[in-house]
């Protein structure tokens, strides 16, 4: 059974929205081009705003808001246009909306001194909003976890990086059978398909079930914003204090063409790679992962 959220007092009453959005209700809020984006706001206490990743939506966060909760912050979980709950838009799907879209729905909430944590695609909109918006609203830390920056894409200026022709599978898949592309990402993103390590049925579950309620061209045009998208000038402007996570082991986005470098363009972050993790360690280490966000958190 669900703990029930600590009641909001007066003084933590989501304020008014700017004029860049307006309320639909008391989940959603409306951009200015229109897009409805749905977010959930549980608890009390310092503000933790948390970032998904692709193709997924805010419900990829229950075991981090869950245990957040229960240790008395507030909790704060949009799902990206085109993903979850939101408006499955034909229109700015890409890092800047993305972000633009997450700075409405904090100053819709009035939200001050929060920590932002992002994963994957995630990891890049926490980037780029703590360097854009950080300072206007008072952005307390960052938390990238097998984040995407700095960048994806292998250039002549990033040789690491992954090649073009694994976003075009990407893309090819997507189109052809999205329902079964599904099925088969969880595998590598949660290391099931590692010796010895059993398939949590319930979780690839979760992973389709929360993709295939976003929009395809969201899915389709969302690969070139997650991996297209160089967040080196971002990085180097954030100027909080930093934590960046990522397990040796990722499959999806390689850690040292990833968190390590982006570690070395962030002023002072602190960098943990954790031995034999996956990508998706949120979910199937949560039992680790948790407790270290909430150290980083309280210092």
């Known amino acids: 059974m669900a703990a029930a959220a600590p009641a909001r007092d007066a003084a933590s009453t989501p304020k008014t929205p700017k004029s860049s959005a307006k309320v639909d209700n008391m989940s959603h809020i409306t951009t200015s081009d229109g897009t409805d984006i749905y977010y959930k706001d549980w608890g009390t206490g310092q503000p933790i705003v948390f970032h998904h990743g692709w193709p997924l939506s805010s419900d990829d966060w229950d075991a981090q808001m869950m245990f957040f909760l229960l240790h008395g912050y507030r909790v704060i979980a949009h799902d990206r246009r085109g993903h979850g709950r939101s408006t499955q838009t034909s229109k700015g799907n890409d890092m800047?909306?993305?972000?633009?879209?997450?700075?409405?729905?904090?100053?819709?909430?009035?939200?001050?001194?929060?920590?932002?944590?992002?994963?994957?695609?995630?990891?890049?909109?926490?980037?780029?909003?703590?360097?854009?918006?950080?300072?206007?609203?008072?952005?307390?830390?960052?938390?990238?976890?097998?984040?995407?920056?700095?960048?994806?894409?292998?250039?002549a200026a990033n040789p690491g990086g992954t090649d073009m022709s694994v976003f075009d599978g990407f893309r090819k898949a997507l189109a052809a059978n999205r329902a079964q592309f599904y099925r088969e990402v969880p595998i590598p993103f949660y290391g099931f398909n590692r010796p010895g390590v059993k398939t949590i049925e319930g979780v690839v579950d979760n992973w389709w079930r929360q993709g295939m309620i976003g929009g395809a061209v969201n899915h389709y045009e969302g690969i070139k914003a997650f991996s297209e998208t160089d967040f080196t000038e971002d990085l180097k402007k954030i100027d909080v204090p930093t934590l960046v996570m990522a397990g040796d082991d990722d499959q999806i986005v390689p850690y040292k063409d990833a968190s390590e470098l982006s570690a070395k363009l962030i002023k002072g972050a602190e960098l943990k790679i954790y031995p034999g993790y996956p990508h998706g360690m949120l979910t199937v280490h949560a039992d680790v992962i948790n407790p270290d966000l909430l150290a980083f958190i309280k210092k």
Do not use: C, F, Q
Not at 117 to 136: D, L, M, N, P
């Open 96 to 155: 800047d909306t993305y972000v633009a879209d997450a700075a409405a729905v904090v100053e819709h909430l009035g939200l001050k001194n929060a920590v932002h944590i992002g994963h994957s695609t995630g990891g890049g909109e926490v980037a780029r909003y703590v360097a854009k918006y950080g300072k206007a609203h008072g952005v307390a830390k960052a938390i990238l976890v097998s984040a995407v920056p700095p960048l994806m894409l292998k250039t």
